[in-house]
């Protein structure tokens, strides 16, 4: 079956980055498009952006243009996003999700941005 | 783009029926028979119940069904019960690469 693990938690200060992988397993990573999804505390679900692996480039929201990347490492099935300039508004549970079909997410990795 | 324009809550008693709505453009919902609604529970990672517009996964009780119409999609619930009370997103393709969802909709099972 399909399975997505994510990185572990992460505890940064305000202008830093941070980066989250996703190791994809069960199906052909580099055929489906792998999307990034941002949950604020309290909040919606916000597509961050997406990559098809095979095709290696990736698409942003407008809103995150600039300040996201994401990529992919298809000899592991790992996608990668990540996240520069953090602020405060940047807490949040970042999930990575296939959202074709079966519509599989990894567990969600929290971000807490904190001087 | 902004999000697919859901209302942000709902409410209803057990074992009544109840239809969340789901807004978007012709870009998106309106273009691609590519609509799925996930159920998300506090603390939960999002799960899916309906995808394709209409197709149920595997595991997934026949009181979910959606629907669309034109640039708006539906979710239905029916006989609803006290674990169905969660937040439902809708999800839409818009695009090579590209996904856009909807605010979320708060669902009490009064």
């Known amino acids: 079956q399909v399975q997505l693990v994510q990185s572990g938690a992460e505890v940064k200060k305000p202008g830093s980055s941070v980066k989250v992988s996703c190791k994809a397993s069960?199906?052909?990573?580099?055929?489906?498009?792998i999307s990034w999804v941002r949950q604020a505390p309290g909040q919606g679900l916000e597509w961050m952006g997406g990559?098809?692996?095979?095709?290696?480039?990736?698409k942003y929201s407008q809103i995150f243009q600039g300040r996201i990347t994401i990529t992919a490492e298809k000899s592991t099935s790992t996608a990668y996003m990540e996240v520069s300039s953090l602020t405060s508004e940047d807490t949040a549970v970042y999930y990575c999700?296939?959202?074709?079909?079966?519509?599989?997410w990894g567990q969600g990795t929290l971000v807490t941005v904190s001087s | 783009q902004s999000a697919l324009t859901q209302p942000a809550s709902v409410s209803e008693s057990p074992g009544q029926s109840i239809t969340i709505s789901c807004t978007g453009t012709?870009?998106?919902?309106?273009?691609?028979?590519?609509v799925s609604w996930y159920q998300q529970h506090p603390g939960k990672a999002p799960k899916l119940i309906i995808y394709?517009?209409?197709r149920r996964p595997s595991g997934i009780a026949d009181r979910f069904s959606g629907s669309k119409s034109g640039n708006t999609a539906s979710l239905t619930i029916s006989g609803l019960q006290a674990e169905d009370e969660a937040d439902y997103y809708c999800?839409?393709?818009?695009?090579?690469?590209?996904?856009?969802f909807g605010g979320g909709t708060k669902l009490t099972v009064l």
């Open positions: 999700a296939k959202l074709s079909g079966s519509g599989d």
């Open positions: 069960g199906y052909s990573f580099r055929s489906y498009t």
């Open positions: 990559i098809v692996p095979i095709l290696g480039t990736a």
């Open positions: 012709s870009s998106d919902v309106g273009s691609y028979n590519l």
């Open positions: 394709d517009v209409n």
């Open positions: 999800c839409s393709y818009a695009g090579p690469t590209t996904y856009i």
